[in-house]
C-alpha cells in the first residue's frame, strides 16, 4: 500500500497568513493525488483534484502542487471558514490511502 | 446530489451488518461508488470500492474477507456487507461517489455518513 505522510499534523495561524501543509507518498504517484476539507461534524469535501486543479465553487485561496512524491497544499490568506482537517490522499494505487490529517486552527 | 446512508447501529462483536447508500442528483450508473470510514477521532479510512457495473472491486486490506460492496443502478443504491465484525471497526462510514466509471480518482460527493458501533 502506499503511505501519505502529512505534516504538519496540526497548526495554529492568524487570519490572514498563508498556510502550508505537505503531504509525502511513499512511491511516485505521478499527479494521483486530491485535497479534502473536513469541517467539525461534518463530512469531507473534494477541494483539489489531479494535484493542483480547484474544484467548482473552491475559492481561490486554496491552491496545490507537486509532483511524484512530494506535493503542497497552500492556503494563501487563511479565513475563519477554513478551520477544519484536511487530508491528501492518493489514486494511483488502490488501496486508495488518505494522509493522516492537519488539523488548521486560528491563533 | 445527494448520498444517504442508513442501515448503521449498534452490534455485537461477530455478527453481520448491512449498510446501504441511496444516491439521487446524478446519474449513479456512469459512476465508481466506495465507502470510506472514520473512527471516533481518527482520520478517513478507504474501505471499499465498486467501478460503474461492478466488474472491478476492491477491498481495503484491514476488512478483506469480511466484506461484500454491491451495487443495484436500477435502484441508485450502493450495499456494504459486513460480516464478523470487531471493537475496532466501529466508526462513521461514509458512502462516496467517484469522479469517474472507475476505482482511481477522487471522491467528489459524500453522504453523512452512518455510525456503527461494536460493542457486547
Known amino acids: 500500500d502506499i503511505q501519505m505522510t502529512q505534516s504538519p499534523s496540526s497548526l495554529s495561524a492568524s487570519i490572514g497568513d498563508r498556510v502550508t501543509i505537505t503531504c509525502q507518498a511513499s512511491?511516485?504517484?505521478?499527479?494521483?493525488l486530491n485535497w479534502y476539507q473536513q469541517k467539525p461534524g461534518k463530512a469531507p469535501k473534494l477541494l483539489i483534484y489531479d494535484v493542483s486543479n480547484l474544484k467548482t465553487g473552491v475559492p481561490s485561496r486554496f491552491s496545490g502542487s507537486g509532483s511524484g512524491t512530494d506535493f503542497t497544499f497552500t492556503i494563501y490568506s487563511l479565513q475563519p471558514e477554513d478551520i477544519a482537517t484536511y487530508y491528501c490522499q492518493q489514486y494511483d494505487n488502490l488501496p486508495l490511502t488518505f494522509g493522516g490529517g492537519t488539523k488548521v486552527e486560528i491563533k | 446530489v445527494q448520498l444517504v446512508e442508513s442501515g448503521g447501529g449498534l452490534v455485537q462483536p461477530g455478527r453481520s451488518l448491512r449498510l446501504s447508500c441511496a444516491a439521487s442528483g446524478f446519474t449513479f450508473d456512469d459512476y465508481g461508488m466506495h465507502w470510506v470510514r472514520q473512527g471516533p477521532g481518527k482520520g478517513l479510512e478507504w474501505v471499499a470500492g465498486i467501478n460503474w457495473k461492478s466488474g472491478r472491486i476492491a477491498y481495503a486490506d484491514s476488512m478483506k474477507g469480511r466484506l461484500i460492496i454491491s451495487r443495484d443502478n436500477a435502484k441508485s443504491s450502493l450495499y456494504l456487507q459486513m460480516s464478523s465484525l470487531r471493537a475496532e471497526d466501529t466508526a462513521l462510514y461514509y458512502c462516496?461517489?467517484?469522479?469517474?466509471?472507475?476505482?482511481?480518482?477522487?471522491?467528489?460527493?459524500w453522504g453523512q455518513g452512518t455510525t456503527v458501533t461494536v460493542s457486547s
Open positions: 512511491q511516485d504517484i505521478t499527479n494521483c
Open positions: 462516496a461517489k467517484g469522479m469517474n466509471s472507475g476505482l482511481h480518482y477522487g471522491l467528489d460527493v
